[in-house]
């Protein structure tokens, strides 16, 4: 097995610099990028070394606030010339720490920062040069809205957290390192606001976070995936690009996790009601964001179970439509060859396949797959005869009224599948089954310890004001039982 960071951490300097470069060309011998500069502190002929990997640091820090400053400085006869008075007197640095381990350089050095060496001295010193490139921050494509802030999370964590903490000019939030990764080091980030987040959360996430033992983090879902492994149908840890919906979580008493690498953020714990909200809900008019939700509720129901109750009208309780629809849709059926059931399926699978094609696609031929898939196929199959237009009709319907709940895109199919198969085998009493075991799942669901479906517990309007609507922020007086705080505005109004 090669050797990682960790493996260094009881390897001391040994205050020789010739023997401490050496050590660190012989660790770093394959990387192209490595690349030490020697040089002299002033004329007190003390020799020093700075390190860092190209590419990964600023260069105009490294010669303007290091060895410019060494090199250059006025030096008295009695100069003491080791690591701390370096860091006191010479350097122009806003951040440098100290480092005793070759681990801790190793760790520095690979996260855009420069390691100076002092001979005589066995501390090196960790001096702030990051300068690697990134993205400018902009609206994350996948969480688009109309009024409200444009900014979304970037791949690098600490600009992430600058987003945060400008957001939550507060003392009390606190945010807490951690290393995962046997080979990658990754940095993650685990943000709380200290009154409101409960104690036993937090012991949870960072005990859950800390026992990853994987040799890679890349992406949020990594860390996602071990800490709530168990989630498959509906996902129990909330996803973000937006630093507004992360702070928003945290007024809550949830916790946020950041991965550098990733521009999307996981919020800890996750409830039902979340997949409903949009933060476009609270930028507008409370009225226009509660119809909003009330209609992203009524599209859940719709796009999970109505290919499922026209399979079960259309097979089995022909007699339940009025005679005038009957007759329509019997013929609109007259020469289809495959049955309802089979007809919704392949056209659950076609569209599904459609919506792939059109995002993994180029943006141009997207667009061009949309027209050919919507007008030329779908024409063309009911034209043949191979399906009908009411079946295509429902199923468009279904698959319009998912692309109102994108969390739930892959839920709301799995869905379709299960209710349709049961509605195409036992009718409306399958359907009703299926409905019934889907809220059997959900209600069974926890995140964190805590109930799934927590803000439905209690039908009340102080609980359901920020589920089913969108209360005016005068009467929106509690956060949920998640937080430490329940109050959120001070007043004598009890829960």
């Known amino acids: 097995m090669g050797k990682n960071i960790s493996y260094y951490k ?34 007190t002929g003390v020799a020093c070394a700075a390190i860092f990997i190209d590419g990964m640091v600023s260069s105009d820090l490294i010669s303007d606030h290091i060895l410019r400053a060494l090199v250059t400085a006025d030096t008295s006869d009695d100069f003491k010339a080791h690591a701390e008075s370096v860091a006191e007197n010479l350097l122009y640095s806003s951040e440098v720490k100290s480092a005793k381990t070759v681990a801790e350089m190793l760790s520095a050095v690979f996260y855009g920062d420069t390691v100076l060496l002092v001979d005589g001295d066995t501390t090196a010193l960790v001096i702030n040069t990051k300068g690697w490139r990134f993205r400018s921050i902009e609206e994350p494509p ?8 444009r900014e979304g999370f970037d791949e690098a964590a600490l600009l992430n957290l600058a987003q945060i903490r400008r957001r939550l000019q507060t003392p009390d939030l606190c945010i807490c390192p951690i290393n995962l990764g046997l080979r990658t080091d990754t940095k993650v980030f685990v943000c709380y606001l200290g009154s409101l987040a409960d104690n036993e959360l ?59 690498g990733s521009p999307v953020v996981l919020t800890l ?5 979340e997949n409903f909200q949009s933060n476009e809900d609270y930028y507008q008019n409370w009225i226009l964001g509660s119809a909003a939700r009330i209609i992203r509720f009524i599209s859940f129901a719709a796009s999970c179970f109505a290919p499922a109750i026209y399979i079960s009208l259309v097979s089995f309780h022909a007699g339940f439509l009025p005679t005038f629809s009957a007759l329509s849709v019997l013929k609109l059926r007259t020469g289809v060859p495959i049955s309802s059931l089979l007809e919704c399926i392949i056209l659950i ?30 024409e063309a199959a009911v034209e043949t005869r191979i399906i009908s237009a009411s079946a295509l009709i429902v199923v468009a319907l279904s698959g319009l009224c998912s692309a109102m709940l994108p969390r739930l895109r892959l839920s709301i199919l799995f869905i379709n599948f299960f209710t349709s198969i049961l509605a195409g085998f036992f009718g409306l009493i399958g359907t009703f089954t299926g409905i019934c075991v889907t809220a059997i799942y959900i209600l069974g669901l926890e995140s964190f310890g805590y109930d799934y479906t927590l803000s439905l517990n209690k039908l009340s309007y102080q609980n359901l004001k920020d589920v089913l609507i969108r209360a005016k922020w005068t009467d929106m007086i509690f ?10 505005q001070n007043n004598d109004i009890k829960r």
């Open 10 to 43: 009881n390897t001391f300097l040994s205050g020789k610099i010739n023997r401490d470069v050496d050590t660190i060309k012989e660790i770093l011998k394959f990387d192209a990028m490595l690349r030490i500069r020697k040089t002299f502190i002033g004329k």
């Open 142 to 149: 996948n969480e688009r809205i109309l009024t409200g802030p």
């Open 202 to 260: 937090v012991k949870a996430v960072k005990e859950k976070i800390n026992a990853v033992n994987i040799d890679g983090v890349l992406d949020i879902n990594y860390i996602a995936e071990e800490i709530c492994g168990k989630d498959f149908l509906f996902k129990t840890t909330g996803k973000t690009e937006r630093p507004d919906i992360a702070v928003a979580r945290m007024l809550e008493g949830r916790i946020v996790i950041i991965a550098d």
């Open 269 to 273: 714990p996750y409830l039902f009601s």
């Open 349 to 378: 699978l076609v569209l599904e396949l459609l919506k792939e094609a059109c995002l993994r696609a180029p943006k141009d031929i997207g667009a061009a797959l949309s027209i050919i898939g919507g007008l030329v196929l779908g």
């Open 479 to 488: 956060r949920p039982d998640i937080t430490k705080d329940i109050k959120r």
